[in-house]
């Protein structure tokens, strides 16, 4: 399960209780833009902190996530370009 976006402790601790640890092998993925929420998912919890991309870094994911290769037409590059600088190095925009 993925919980996108979580902004504090108190909506994290509304969601925690649905679900349980039942030791079955069952992992929850909580995407968060703050650290403090981040650290008091769970003790056990790994927060891994996604840095912004470089701009050919940003251009190469987005090529092969939306067209599977870096070569388009002229026009439509122009337009993928000006998408990718626009989400300004965010790997998840």
Known sequence: VVIDDVWDREAWASLK??????K??????????SKEVAQRVD???YAHKLRYLRSD??????CE???????MDEGLEKLARE???K????PLA
């Open 43 to 45: 003790e056990r919890t």
């Open 87 to 90: 989400c300004d190095g965010l």
């Open 24 to 33: 079955n092998g069952s992992r929850v993925i909580v995407t968060t833009r």
């Open 65 to 71: 996530k939306t067209f599977h290769s870096i070569k």
């Open 83 to 85: 998408m990718v600088q």
């Open 57 to 62: 870094e940003s251009w190469q994911l987005f």
């Open 17 to 22: 209780r649905a679900f349980p640890d039942d």
